[in-house]
């Protein structure tokens, strides 16, 4: 009765916040907020395309080659890609009732983030930072995926990580210790001649040999220092099955939890699983 | 019962099917598509001696020394043997009522490809392309072993992996925007002599960086740049067990599901496999 | 009854120990020992910011273009930390009432391995080997995240690697009796000029390549080099499941032996948690 | 009844065994073959020494700097450890009732290939192939492990990997097949002066980044090849789930079936769990 009742005065507040918005605000919301109308499937799509395209150009601007050819074009493209996107921050900003909680939130960031760099390289020329700014543009695919039902799978990645966590910081400390050490062991051993310069550059080998990585810039060259190599190879290679572990675990853990939402109703105790008839707590029958 | 006639129904049809079939074809089907009689084993094994003969020759073949040597014996192997596969492809269409279902299918295609480039070598000469074409043979491989028992084990891979799409696709597209981010950002950092000369080319980078294969041939040489390698480095590191864990908990989850659902009705245990009769703890008819 | 008694002895022992201490020696016991005091978490921080800062200037010192630029500075900083650490260990020592234990413990030793390179290098110069020491003072911030309860992960994993030291024992005595006889191998396939000058040599190659590290310093030339080459490298790829597998399972056996081994006395059900009081299929008393 | 027949027949046969053998054969059996007495334990750790200081010699051997310096020293150093390894294997044979059991054993033979080439190298000099088997030599070590009770761990492995053959190679030949039609592709994009001259190249390039080891020896000069090169490592980092997802659930599996080794008494069948009060198939009380 009394749910009924709350429901009720929600679902007015509902409407009379979408009543407060103009009839085109309405309108606007639906098809750049909303997912359920042709419009606004047709106006996800295009956005993606208009996403990736403007990340094309700047791939493509930045290869030498192509800037001298098409740079031309290439200006055309992104700043007829950043005044659409200029129309939709402005759009989404007016479809609102409560801009400034977009305007502040992460995607809303991206967006500005999205625009602002093709403007402000009409005023201070060549500086390669924006480029960097400009690939934030990605970022926005997120936003149309979550608009999907994609992300659940995301949900339970993160959740895993979430949960982790404690173990996984843990991990890295213990590693970065250990190639902090090894570093000072490998610059006292290894002569400059074989790349190992300073402190730091020794730390930088370590992590790229315990992480497999094994670029070849750096490498020993003394019969000491290759077994120590050899040493640090062999515990990258064993100790990557530690987060394995630990994230595998965490994902089953997820798949077998499957935990009812709702407590008992006598001791309001949760944490029950979906099998159980009566409280695990109190007996009460759930 | 009715079960039982339809059953009936169905048999009669698969006679009539086999009936209108001329004894040859029949004879020729059983050998080809079977692997219950000696004759059907022999081609089998026959048929795989020859694809890997044929791989083999087409490797040799792409070596300049052995291609001097040896090109004439090579010509004529491979030309015996693209005859033996065109006999069987054609002994397969004549062989089937409905050829035009197996032309079309993913093998038919295969078994197509397998014989179409070395007649095309005739008219055109030295093309490139028309190896890889080739070397698509080697997919044939798998129908043979599609006769055995074999493939069992990967139904269970590709269903784990197929449960786990929207997970794994999630997992590459955040790589990807991180790959695309960083490889910007690096662009802008390290100069043009280390290798990185364009954005798709330190995406280059950073996805041998992330996925440890590390070859060398670009390498940071600023300090900041190394550092941020050494980031790239440590999260490929740690990130490689969220795939790990998506897919050895979809493994564990079909070896799971062989348990039987309900319980015991006389001692309300569970946990019985699919094939026990009993239950395990009471002796009760399951 | 005993166990009450027994606990008051215990309780009258530490009673007396501390009473034994004077009272600054029982503050300065808060301070150095204890987080749960404000003076002693802002302890705590400004030791792990004296930890962080002494090991950025370790390893600036090595870089050859700030040693000769900041020597003065680096030197005033690393003698103003080494005094501080210098107190901090003599009243670590005067603080307890057996300060042995803790000279010969673990963190003890790590302490005094903290300040003496310092005062050693004025007497000998110039010795790199003093480096690597005063690095292992980094050790020190796990005496920091011990008192925290972040370390809780950490015990999981090491009961995790624990358990399976025999396996992991077994598997790298695997891979050794491996690489060295490949070692072998690769010595009397390849040329001198490849790089696989002695066994010792080939045998850091192979460990090179089943790690999937891969620097390139030393790779094989000959056909039938690259050949076992693709192989090593195949099989390294395909076991590096076996040590994960191995962990993963630990880690997941901490998680399920929270699991009740003794069902429910009425409905005879099991997977009961330990934290439950009533059975949760039936409501009967655990 | 039977049973305590059968047994006291065995015990005759065993005690009938011992009997033939000589006393000094007895002891001599005693020492190499047991680990119980003190003398079979010190024999142990003898033999273990030998091997590993046969291998280190082998090693330096190979080494220019060492063999110019110690060649003498490490000649004597071999002929009499070749002169143990002899008298070890003669005694082995000697104190045995099945020697020719022995001989064509696994162990029987890399014993017998211990001591075979330094006799053969007084004969034929300087042959490099008899490195590789006196480097065999070190699979002895494994013969003194399984004395102990450290093999139990390899069990569950080899145990593990035997159930999961099918899906392993099923994955191994999808990686060849892979393998090969990426190194035609590439072949046929890739310049020679990228080091792609042949296909087989080109196969081992391709296995070198798919496993991620990334030489860098040869290397994508193209962008498309650099494109192809990005899509295998992405797909060589994601796979490397699969067979780590296999091994996994199968050494999970092992945890969890602790299944009875003696069939039901009614029905013969077997695989019942250890928890197991009825036989599954037949209701019968175990």
């Known amino acids: 009765m009394l749910y009924k009742f709350k429901d009720k005065i929600r679902l007015e507040q509902l409407k009379e916040n979408e009543v407060k918005l103009k009839p085109w605000q309405l309108k606007v919301k639906t ?3 909303g997912t359920d109308t042709i419009p606004g499937r047709v106006f996800d799509v295009f956005l993606l395309l208009l996403i990736l395209t403007s990340i094309v ?27 659409l996107f200029t129309v939709e921050y402005l759009l989404r900003i007016l479809s609102l009732r409560k801009p400034w909680k977009y305007i502040l939130s992460f995607y809303g960031l991206v967006d500005l983030l999205s625009i602002l760099p093709t403007y402000l ?15 934030l543009r990605f970022l926005r695919v997120f936003r ?8 659940k799978g995301a949900n339970t990645l993160i959740i895993a990580l979430y949960n982790s966590r404690q173990k996984i910081i843990i991990f890295i400390l213990s590693i970065l210790t250990f190639v902090i050490i090894l570093g000072a062991v490998m610059y006292s051993i290894e002569p400059y001649s074989a790349g190992f310069t300073s402190i ?10 315990i992480t ?10 003394t019969p000491l220092g290759q077994a120590i190599a050899s040493f640090i190879m062999l515990v990258g290679y064993a100790i990557i099955a530690v987060p394995t572990g630990i994230v595998t675990a965490e994902v089953m853990q997820k ?32």
């Open 121 to 135: 390289s009409l005023i201070f020329t060549g500086t390669k930072p924006l480029t960097v700014i400009r690939a």
């Open 31 to 33: 098809v750049i907020h």
């Open 255 to 286: 798949k077998h939890d499957k935990i009812r939402k709702h407590a008992c109703s006598n001791c309001l105790k949760t944490g029950h699983t979906m099998d159980a008839v009566h409280c695990k707590y109190c007996g009460e029958k759930l």
């Open 200 to 209: 730091p550059r020794s730390i930088y080998w370590a992590i790229i040999t």
């Open 57 to 83: 150009v700047i791939m493509l601007e930045s290869v030498s080659y192509y800037k001298e050819k098409y740079l031309q074009i290439f200006l055309v493209i992104e700043f007829v890609i950043t005044g």
């Open 212 to 221: 497999t990585v094994g670029y070849g810039d750096i490498a020993p060259v």
């Open 144 to 151: 149309i995926l979550e608009m999907t039902n994609y992300t």
